[in-house]
């Protein structure tokens, strides 16, 4: 997921709860945060399927 897809996914959120970019980033600082892990975990699975393969 690049850095444009989390904005998309973070301001998708933020239209749910009727709030701006900037408000949601502001009341929820670590949504983004958990987002980047989420993705970095993803890729590392990703490759060790590759290896046991």
């Not at 983004?32 to 590759?50: D, M, Y």
């Amino acid at each position: 997921m690049s850095n444009m897809e989390q904005i998309e996914v973070i301001v998708a959120e933020a239209m749910k709860c009727g709030m701006s970019y900037g408000e949601f980033v502001a009341k929820n600082p670590n949504y983004a945060a958990r987002l980047s892990q989420i993705v970095a975990i993803k890729k590392k699975r990703g490759q060790k399927q590759r290896e046991i393969k």
